[in-house]
Every structure is written in C-alpha cells, then in structure tokens.
C-alpha cells in the first residue's frame, strides 16, 4: 500500500506539472497563428481574403498501438508473491478519442497479519482515452483520461489464518494452515483511467498511468472474501480501488489524415 | 471538458472518503465467551450474585481477569450475577474450576465445582483485519448411542455441588449477547 501511495503522489505531482505545461504551448500557438494574419489587413473585406490564405495542414497518424506493461513485469523479478503480465493496446478512433483495452495475468500472495492467501487469475479491461494534450506540429504526446470497463476471473487459495480472540486466557494460537482453493470467482469494475504517454523515438512510446477503481459486482466465496483480484489490485472494505502502470508500446501506423488547424477558421467572423 | 474532470475529481473523493483502517475494530463480534448467568435456586426468575467467585482453567496457575482495573487478587473476583468465559479453540472440551467465596477466611465456607464442557468449534471469517473467530456448538445430551453430553459436573472438594441446576439455554455460542447457561444455586 505504501509503494502505490508513493506512485500515486509521485504521478499526481507531474501530472499538475505537464498541465500547466500545456497551457503554456496553447498560449504560443495562439500567437503564432495571429502573426500571419496581421500583414493582410488594407482590404475592406478580411473575412474573404483570411479564408482564401493557405491553412497550415497537420498531418495526424492514425493506427493502432501495442505494448508491455513494465511495473507488472519486472515485479517479479524482485517480490516472490508476484508474478504477472499486462498487454495494452489503444486505437485511435478520431483526433481525440482512443479506443483502449488492456489484457492481464496475476498471481499474487497477499499476507496480511492475520491471513495469507493467494489470488490467480485473467483479466480483461476495455474502453476509451480522451487526450487533453495539445501536440504542436506532428509531435504525437498524450495526456489522457479515459475510462475502462474490467472483468475478472480467478480463483483464490487460502494459505492460512489466524483465529481473532479477544480473550486469549488460553494463550494465542498458531496461524492455522487451511490451503483452501475457492473456484469459479468472477468480478467486474469501472475504472477512471489518468495516463501520459510520451513518444521517446521512432514509434515507441513510454508511458505511465494510475486507475481509480470501482467494484461493481464481486462473487464473493462462501466463508471467505476476495481480497485481491486480478486486474483490480487489492479490496478495501468499500468497493473503492486503485492501480498502475508503466508501459512500453510501439505504434504501429495505418493511415493519415490531414487536419487544418481549427483556429484560423474560428478567428475569420471575428471584426 | 473542465466540467468533466471537476466530477471525475468529486467522484474520487467520494470513493476514498470512507475507508477504514486496516486495524480490527474492537467492536467487532470475534471469537465469543461461553456467558453464564446466575439465578436463586428458591426463586428461579430473580438474579443472584455470587460471592467472590474465582473461575480457573485447568492446569492454569491464574485465574480469569473479570476485573481490568484492579491490581491485586480482587481482578480474578466476579461478584455479579453473569460471567463470561473464554473456551479453547483448538480443541473440543474445556475444563474449569468455579470457586465461590474464594477469599473466605473459614476454609469450610469456599465451595469448588468444576465443569468440563463438551464441545465442536468452526472457524468463521470475519474480515481482512481480524482475520477468522470461532464459534462453537454445546454437544448435545444424547443418553443412546453415540453418546454425549453438553458438560460434566464434579466436586473436587467433595463439600457438595453449589450449582445446583445447570441448564444449557443456548447451545450455539455464536457471539455474547445472550445467555449460555443458566445457573440455580
């Protein structure tokens, strides 16, 4: 918990540094589409003569983006209750909008002071990203929030347990080892997904992310409770959960398509 | 677009505001006491406190704590008209000794009962935090076979039983609420 409350804060942090970086570039663009116009002012009629210069063109790639997700990876390497695996993968739609899904498995242990249990399972999450960043000329960053809809099935094993005993007169009793497998458990959530990607060479993009959660439905064992899902990352007593990500992917360009920069149009009825 | 985030943002804070600790709440219902309660034997709705009543488990050197506060001997006394007492939960019977006037200084006056109870546990979860408790279930008195008994009195002072009548009233200890057994003396 600590470690995801560190990247939380740590990603919190840049994130209010890249907006007010992106405000700053939308400013600049502004004054830069006004230079041109101001040569072209003798004529009685500016409207007509301001439609009729040449618009600048930005070419935007459109295709489809795959990737790893690192953090899920190499965790494994270093904490020996963890192994997993993310693939993402996002399609852009329109200028803006960006159909996301990423598909996972984990394997976590999970030792609480009073139980230690062992959640194994897929998990599939689906929907779209919004970018809010605005690219100048043909850079390609984005600064998304999105939402998912996840769906997880697994299955959960308890190692052990301990007995709560307020009274403990008879002394305090050893964890009690159970090895129980619970079966057939399904969950599924929506998440608010906040996530920058930044294009370091080429086609790959490098990535991270943090998904606020929300369980929805959550097929709880008889006699136990889920206390991790794939996916989902670990419960709370609510239904409230968090996760993230960091990612390596490649793009992978299908088609382009020209835009004219919208604010030259917006600029002509102006008087 | 703003409007969108600024909702985002009160959903979050909706979401996070109510969340607890990961540390067990003492009010929740763990691991319950088998609860005695004590009754006259001459007029069996009306209560009766016993007297400096000291309940030792078997091969324990110390007594129950029924009061916290106290510093001296007095913490093992009960002089109300319930108890509660803690079973093992490991095992399937308990045994303890029940000495009423126990800081009687005429040692005829001090009467000892002790009460093996027979029992079956389960282990029930309760939450992240607390884990698992256990409940158990008072066997039940069967005279044909397979035979069993819900507790066993004996006098090991041999000055006769002071609880008289000893009734099961609720065979399931599932949490302290309610009243286990009854006594009549």
Partial sequence: MKHTLKYFFSSCLLFSMVLVQ???TTTTTVTKEAVPAKP???SAKPELQEAAKPDSIKTDRYGLRV???LYKLTRGLYDKDYKGIEIVGDFRLTKKYYIAAELGFEDKTTDDDRLNSTATGTYIKGGFDYNLYQNWLDMENLITIGLRGGFSTFSQNLNSYKIYNPNPYWGEQPAIIADKKYNGLTAGWLEVAMGVKAKVFNNVFVGFGVQLKMLVANTKPDGFDNLYIPGFNRTYDGSFGIGFNYTVSYFIPIYKKKTVIPQ???????? | MKKIISLLLVFTFGLSSCEKDDICDPDTPTTPRLVFTFYKINSPSELQNVTDLMVIGEDEKTGIIFNETATDTTKYLANGSTISIPLKTNVNSTTYTFILDSQNDNPAAINTDAIKFNYTHQDVYVSRACGFKTTFTLDPLST?????VPFVQTDTDGNGLWM?????INPNIENENETHIKVFF
């Fill in chain 1, 22 to 24: 992106a405000q700053e």
């Fill in chain 1, 40 to 42: 072209k002012t003798e």
């Fill in chain 1, 67 to 69: 990737g790893v997700d």
């Fill in chain 1, 264 to 271: 030259i149009k917006k600029d002509a009825p102006k008087k």
């Fill in chain 2, 144 to 148: 044909s076979p397979p035979f069993s």
């Fill in chain 2, 164 to 168: 008289q009548e000893v009734f099961v």
